[in-house]
């Protein structure tokens, strides 16, 4: 791609990825003429009070500013000022800005892919927020503050759900009344996509294959979690579902249940849709069967200092996943490699070898020395053995730079589907920062 061609009259061609969630908006600058990042950070406490931001540069120390931000509105216009003003600044005029990435969380089934934002757009975000209360709203206020801060700069939407468009409809329709798909939008949608794609086209890369060659299980463990069954390149299932509370055990969301005991409880317990909508979504998962922690760091924690729910709770948390395992690698038919990404996928060297290492029936031979070694910061690595039939990887995510890239090709008129379309990341040649 030829940076002049989004903006010939500037030396310098800065694209800012923005994530707005209920509560905080994450950031981060990139220099597309350079193809580095220049600065990211995260405002926290939007809407609830105490708000503040912590603002990091390379090579510099991290600034933090306590500043109240009551809607999505003042805390863009905090980064905006925080983004250009000195010393902690990194650009001289915010007109340097070439567009802004927006991460929307749900496109419903209108968007498959990336796409500039217009009038028309946005009314079409905001016809599927019901399908995302939690997400899209503070999606749609972070595009409308944009427009309202810097309506000059163009802004492109990027779309969680837009990798997984590829389903077959076997897989995204549920057993249920058929009208309910029909007029209400009952399918499964999932969701990560970003981060999916990101990791498969590594891993094609590690592979030394085409991602059309490719059939992935790629596994994003966070607070929240999803994996996907990737076959020739392409989404062809997905754990989460209609919303992010279904598929595997989460931070606080309970996945997959006896869809009875939400009906159940709430007869016997006498609460209401949105309590139990709460329960399921806030209260459960980790959260749920501990009683006290959702970051599985604390958990093993407890858990080797002898607390029985901690240890019941790593034992549910990989059982489940070396079932989706099973399930996805019967889906697929033929696998490739295994991938973990995200907080705990790259980080828990405890969590991967239970799932992987009673897994030698499937091709995969774990090399558990090398798996102690792959932790945050590491980079990519390889935790099976190098003789392995079927290879498992972890490689850090990088959602930011589909973002960016999506936003350049789109202002530029290169953008394609994505396993036409030549990501930087896919290149045998890319080193990740």
Not at 8 to 28: E, R, W
Not at 257 to 262: F, H, R
Not at 379 to 405: C, H, M, W
Request: glycine share 8%; net charge negative; hydrophobic share 40%.
């Amino acid at each position: 791609m030829n940076p002049s061609a989004l903006s010939p009259t500037m030396d310098t061609i800065f694209i800012l990825a923005l994530n707005c969630g209920s509560s905080s908006v994450k950031y981060s600058l990139y220099n597309w003429s350079a193809r580095q990042p220049v600065a990211k950070g995260l405002v926290e406490r939007v809407t609830v009070g105490d708000s503040f931001i912590v603002h990091q540069v390379p090579g510099r120390e991290d600034y933090r500013l306590e500043q109240e931000c009551p809607d999505h509105r003042s805390a863009i216009d905090l980064i905006l000022r925080t983004l250009q003003q000195p010393p902690h600044g990194v650009i001289e005029d915010l007109h340097q800005l070439s567009a802004v990435g927006h991460r929307v969380v749900h496109g419903g089934e209108g968007f498959t892919s990336s796409v500039r934002i217009d009038d028309e757009v946005l009314a079409a975000i905001r016809r599927v927020a019901h399908l995302a209360p939690l997400h899209n709203p503070p999606n749609i206020a972070g595009i409308e503050a944009m427009q309202e801060l810097l309506p000059e700069v163009p802004g492109v939407a990027i779309f969680d759900t837009a990798f997984h468009q590829t389903m077959p409809d076997y897989a995204y329709i549920y057993p249920l009344p058929y009208d309910w798909y029909r007029q209400d939008g009952v399918r499964r949608y999932g969701f990560h996509g970003t981060s999916h794609l990101y990791v498969s086209k590594r891993a094609a890369v590690l592979l030394d294959k085409a991602p059309r060659d490719c059939n992935l299980i790629t596994m994003h463990i966070g607070n929240g979690v999803s994996h996907c069954a990737i076959r020739g390149g392409v989404s062809v299932d997905t754990s989460m579902g209609f919303t992010p509370l279904e598929g595997a055990v989460m931070g606080t969301r309970c996945g997959d249940i006896d869809p009875a005991i939400p009906a159940f409880m709430m007869q016997r317990r006498q609460l209401s849709a949105a309590e139990i909508d709460r329960i399921l979504n806030k209260k459960s998962g980790i959260l749920g069967i501990t009683g006290r922690f959702s970051d599985r760091r604390d958990v093993e924690r407890a858990a080797a200092e002898g607390d029985e729910l901690c240890r019941l709770c790593v034992e549910i948390e990989t059982y489940r996943l070396r079932k989706y395992i099973g399930a996805y690698y019967a889906a697929l038919g033929r696998l490739d490699a295994v991938v973990f990404t995200a907080g705990v996928g790259e980080n828990s060297a405890l969590i991967r070898e239970k799932v992987l290492s009673e897994l030698g029936c499937f091709g995969i031979e774990f090399d558990a020395r090398r798996n102690q070694k792959a932790i945050g910061g590491c980079g990519e690595q390889l935790i099976s053995s190098d003789a392995s039939p079927v290879k498992a990887f972890v490689i850090p995510t990088n959602e930011e730079l589909v973002f960016i890239e999506d936003v350049a090709a789109i202002l530029e008129g290169s953008y394609c589907h994505h396993l036409e379309f030549p990501y930087s990341f896919s290149r045998a040649d890319f080193v990740p920062h």
